[in-house]
């Protein structure tokens, strides 16, 4: 797995932005489950882009144990510096997230999530498309707003459209 740089990571306001792919492994080991699990969601679907654009969230789950493990190793690493290490196997089963996986979600962690892969997968989308405006990128202070419009398009735009599309015309622009 080729690893490009996403500009997306986890604010903290005492000391700015900390990509998530500059994290070292003993701070992803050390965050709390509910975010190391919505950074690994984002990572697995930064990873997922050209193999598959299935969402499992067992798959989240299992690529999250795959990374605590070689960053078990290799505690002074960033993630960038191991992901390529970390097997990522494409999930069987699941299917293309659509709006209408989002009626379902009760679960804000859930919905979360769905939304943090399909930003990843398009933010890899995105890395991989040299003749992209990078000014397209998913930026973070932006994504609740991102969100919003994408959950108000789905309502809007029936049930059956591709989450991935929806947020590629929201987010990026694209018809």
């Not at 050209?50 to 690529?63: D, Y």
């Not at 960053?71 to 097997?87: F, H, M, R, Y």
């Not at 209408?100 to 859930?110: A, I, P, V």
Request: hydrophobic letters at 35%; proline letters at 2%.
């Amino acid at each position: 797995m080729e690893i490009h740089h996403a500009k997306y990571g986890i604010s903290n306001t005492s000391k700015g932005v900390l990509f998530w792919f500059e994290l070292s492994c003993k701070q992803y080991n050390g965050l709390d489950a509910g975010t190391r699990r919505l950074v690994t969601a984002f990572l697995e679907g930064y990873a997922a882009e050209g193999s598959s654009t299935v969402f499992v969230p067992e798959a989240v789950k299992n690529f999250e144990s795959r990374i605590m493990a070689v960053c078990a190793k290799n505690p002074g690493k960033t993630l960038d510096g191991i992901l390529e290490e970390v097997q990522y196997d494409v999930p069987e089963g699941g299917s293309e997230p659509r709006c209408s996986d989002l009626d379902g979600m009760t679960e804000t962690e859930d919905l979360a999530q769905l939304l943090l892969w399909t930003q990843g997968y398009l933010e890899s989308e995105l890395s991989e498309n040299e003749e992209a405006d990078q000014d397209q990128a998913i930026h973070q202070d932006t994504f609740r707003e991102d969100v919003t419009e994408v959950l108000a398009q789905c309502k809007g735009g029936g049930s059956d459209a591709k989450l991935i599309d929806v947020m590629r015309k929201v987010i990026m622009g694209e018809e």
